[in-house]
């Protein structure tokens, strides 16, 4: 009766909802990340905005600012009528029209360098888009494989659980037989309640990381994910030869680098554009305006709206310099100010770089000491097992103790998790690796 409930508990644990669904692998599960994250939403309209803006700077800087007015005015008031010399009360309305139009033909390169501006907020918009979504799938990459790990330990401590409760089962037999004594019995009975303990704690543990991982997938928590838990243990080794020139590639090409360039030059097109305004500012205008008019007391004698729209009629054209004499020095402070921010983001741009060579040499470095704990890791597991192995058969037959053999079981689930983690953080490792040579994490997988 007593297996009977273990086995319940282990069925229990286990269960899954059994209704039809796809098997989501590594690379689903990222590309779901991607496509439903928040985050990368957010800087997909950030994008949007700045396509908007390149539109602006191209109409600004070639098209003419074009506007319209019209007025009413009504008035009223005494006048001196010419035929009799005397005053009387008059009321008359006045309607007004005109079209104005406008263009900077030099305005210190301000529309030219908005336009070059525009274009590298666009470009840098376009690599944070893309650094975004590595970042998401990166994150989703690592709680991926953290379920992997949590899964493996899992089956393996399932299946000691259920054998220790078959070892358990055929003791007691034995021992109603005569054949097996009843501390053999208490000695499988610890073994297959440890075993079972031993379950429920990487159970528990495997349930919170696919938690982890819906959340990182923005998967809501109240569907059924099924992950496909197949594990490659096959991986590319990663040479060190090429650190220099990997550091170098990503120093000037990783997206982190990019949108700091495209800032610095942003800021020497701002420097440029002050430098500029120190040149007279010259715009061409023109514009064309009339009018109605009609004494509201003597409408009859008013001529009509198209004949005075066609006589009041008035046209003109020009074109206007203008420079500061004089505004406070603003023209210096602006300059000044311009310059230090294009040092500063010069500054800021080496520092970026900097930053990334460095990450690329640690990369490699730490890529190297998982090969090596790996290699190590892989060793121990394989001769670990064969130990316990050995282990299990000698305390199913009671020809060693309990201890013993808890001892080399716990010596094999020890090796088997530093096995699988040694191994998931050497892919992950590689991945970032290749993230440096170019080669994005959706690509990779």
């Not at 921010?341 to 990334?356: D, G, L, N, V």
Request: charged share 25%; proline share 1%.
């Amino acid at each position: 009766m007593k297996a009977l409930k273990i086995t319940s508990v282990i069925l229990l644990l286990t269960a899954q909802q059994v209704w039809a669904q796809e098997v989501m692998t590594l690379k689903q599960c990222v590309e779901y990340a991607v496509q439903n994250s928040a985050n990368v939403h957010i800087s997909e309209e950030s994008l949007s905005q700045t396509k908007t803006y390149k539109r602006d700077a191209w109409l600004e800087a070639l098209t003419p600012h074009v506007y319209a007015s019209t007025s009413l005015q009504f008035s009223t008031g005494r006048q001196e009528d010419i035929e009799t010399n005397m005053y009387k009360d008059y009321r008359a309305m006045q309607n007004n029209y005109s079209i104005n139009g406008e263009i900077y033909l030099f305005n210190g390169l301000e529309g030219v360098n908005k336009i070059i501006k525009a274009k590298n907020n666009n470009l840098s918009q376009q690599e944070g888009l893309k650094a975004k979504q590595d970042e998401i799938a990166l994150n989703t990459t690592q709680y991926y494989y953290n379920y992997l790990y949590y899964t493996k330990l899992s089956n393996i401590t399932k299946k000691q659980a259920e054998d220790a409760e078959n070892t358990l089962r055929k003791t007691r037999r034995e021992f109603e037989l005569g054949s097996k004594s009843e501390q053999d019995v208490l000695e499988k009975e610890s073994a297959q309640s440890e075993a079972l303990l031993t379950y429920v704690k990487y159970n528990a543990a495997k349930n919170k990381a696919l938690l982890q991982l819906k959340s990182a997938m923005y998967y809501p928590q109240n569907d059924t994910l099924i992950i496909d838990t197949t594990i490659v243990e096959s991986v590319n080794i990663i040479s060190a030869n090429d650190v220099a020139q990997t550091a170098a590639y990503a120093a000037d090409n990783n997206s982190a680098s990019l949108m700091k360039r495209y800032e610095m030059q942003n800021k020497i097109k701002d420097l440029h554009t002050q430098r500029w305004k120190f040149l007279p500012t010259v715009s061409a205008f023109a514009g064309w305006s009339t009018a109605y008019g009609v004494d509201l007391d003597n409408r009859s004698s008013a001529a009509s709206f198209h004949e005075q729209t066609k006589s009041r009629a008035s046209k003109w054209i020009g074109v206007t310099a203008r420079i500061d004499l004089y505004n406070r020095l603003g023209k210096f402070s602006n300059v000044s100010r311009a310059k230090s921010e294009y040092k500063i983001a010069t500054y800021e741009y080496e520092i970026k770089q900097r930053e990334i060579e460095d990450q690329v040499y640690g990369a490699y470095d730490e890529a190297h000491q998982a090969e090596i704990q790996l290699d190590a890791s892989r060793k121990a597991a394989n001769l670990n097992q064969k130990y316990f192995d050995l282990a299990k058969r000698r305390f199913e037959l009671g020809l060693t103790n309990y201890i013993e053999y808890d001892q080399a079981y716990n010596k094999y689930l020890e090796s088997q998790a530093n096995y699988y983690n040694a191994l998931f953080d050497y892919k992950i490792k590689s991945a970032i690796i290749k993230y440096y040579k170019g080669e994005s994490y959706l690509e990779q997988l």
